[in-house]
């Protein structure tokens, strides 16, 4: 949640300056209304890793960056 709050920030570019508890709770709304959407289309949980073909832990990562060693990885032949 900690680096969810700071992305949040960041992409804010300070135009707003919302507390922690604000992007918290609107974070958590939005996860609730992913969940919602994405049951309901698809019959599966969100969330659930069994639903995933690769699941990356972003986690203090500059997402923009990694996007070109995933294409790297998908485009290598299977063994």
Not at 27 to 34: G, L, M, N, S
Not at 46 to 63: E, F, M, S
């Amino acid at each position: 949640m900690d680096s969810r709050i700071e992305r949040c920030r960041k992409r804010s570019d300070g135009a707003e300056q919302f507390s922690e508890k604000e992007i918290r709770l609107q974070i958590r709304k939005i996860d609730r209304q992913r969940a919602r959407f994405y049951g309901d289309t698809t019959g599966q949980t969100w969330g659930d890793k069994r639903c995933y073909d690769l699941c990356v832990n972003t986690t203090g990562k500059n997402i923009r960056e990694l996007v070109p060693h995933i294409a790297a990885m998908l485009k290598q032949p299977d063994p």
